[in-house]
């Protein structure tokens, strides 16, 4: 796939290659390597405008940052216009570059709520939204699905309501929000939406490997991909598609996660972060199943370091 840059309002991102926001994994530790091996924009985790409202702690947490992150991307999820655009324009997101507007997520809870995918149906208000957080002056993204099902798929309609209110960039999930994670993308959706606007189209799901990636870029003509569950999975995969260097082993990789998160976050937080990303990376190594029990049952980091070494030299 051709790799190349991306402008975004005063940004220029360093590559068209993304990570998508994901609930657990996409913290401060996470994004930093992912953008260390080539990826152009990393998001924080879903973060609830409600949640940020009422001033939640936990929700607080998903915002830490500092200056090595030099691009800053927040995802907020919310349904309600007024609540999103004052949080959008809070001291909370100040150091935020980039306001990522979450309407594609496809859980029951979220979608009864109002929220995520659930706007798809609601394109008043997912405009009013995208025109509310627009306000705060910075860069806004949206994040959408194809449709609600396989016989209702609108992306190229939803796509041009976003761009008219507002929107620099649209990322697109190839699968409709009643095939939650499941089956083969609609691709020809997504293609149908970059030709319908004239912002950055992103192709986001399904993307297992970089042939994989090659051929969505191929199939869709989107401006960029979104790698989701294969990041975590294959890090790596960022500097085999970008050609951005790395010597770096899977160990010395976890290893400078730990010291990281260690030095941001507390040890409760640390392990179960690292318990979590070390499982995504042991799913190809064959012959470390079953260490994974022993690596969940490590109540110290000095413990879980000794087991991660085992499991990422030996295999």
Not at 74 to 83: E, I, K, M, R, S
Request: glycine share 8%; with cysteine.
């Amino acid at each position: 796939m051709e790799i190349r840059k991306i402008r975004l309002g005063n940004l220029l991102l360093p590559s068209n290659v993304f990570m998508a926001p994901l609930a657990g994994y996409t913290c401060y530790p996470f994004r930093l390597l992912a953008y260390e091996l080539g990826a152009g924009l990393c998001f924080t985790e879903m973060v609830s405008a409600n949640a940020l409202k009422y001033k939640d702690r936990a929700t607080k947490l998903l915002l830490f940052t500092t200056e090595k992150e030099k691009i800053k991307a927040v995802q907020l999820l919310g349904g309600n216009p007024a609540v999103m655009e004052q949080m959008a324009g809070s001291e909370l997101l100040q150091e935020f570059d980039i306001i990522d507007i979450n309407m594609g997520c496809p859980v029951p809870n979220v979608f009864k709520s109002g929220e995520g995918s659930a706007l798809m149906l609601d394109w008043k208000r997912a405009a009013a939204i995208i025109r509310g957080c627009k306000k705060s002056g910075k860069i806004v993204t949206v994040k959408s699905r194809i449709g609600i099902s396989e016989d209702c798929m609108f992306a190229a309609e939803f796509a041009r309501v976003c761009e008219d209110a507002g929107a620099d960039m649209i990322t697109i999930h190839g699968r409709s929000r009643s095939m939650m994670y499941d089956g083969r993308p609609y691709l020809n959706e997504i293609e149908k939406a970059k030709a319908a606007v004239s912002i950055p189209v992103i192709a986001n799901g399904g993307i297992y490997s970089v042939e994989m990636a090659e051929q969505v870029m191929e199939c869709t003509g989107a401006d960029g991909i979104m790698l989701a569950r294969y990041g975590l999975e294959h890090p790596f995969v960022f500097s085999e598609l970008t050609g951005k260097p790395c010597k770096k082993t899977a160990f010395q990789i976890l290893s400078e996660q730990i010291a990281l998160t260690a030095k941001h976050y507390d040890e409760t937080f640390t392990l179960s972060y690292i318990k979590k990303i070390a499982s995504y990376m042991m799913k190809k190594r064959i012959g470390t199943k079953q260490y994974k029990e022993q690596m969940y049952k490590s109540g110290s980091l000095e413990e879980l370091c000794q087991i991660l070494e085992l499991i990422f030299k030996k295999f």
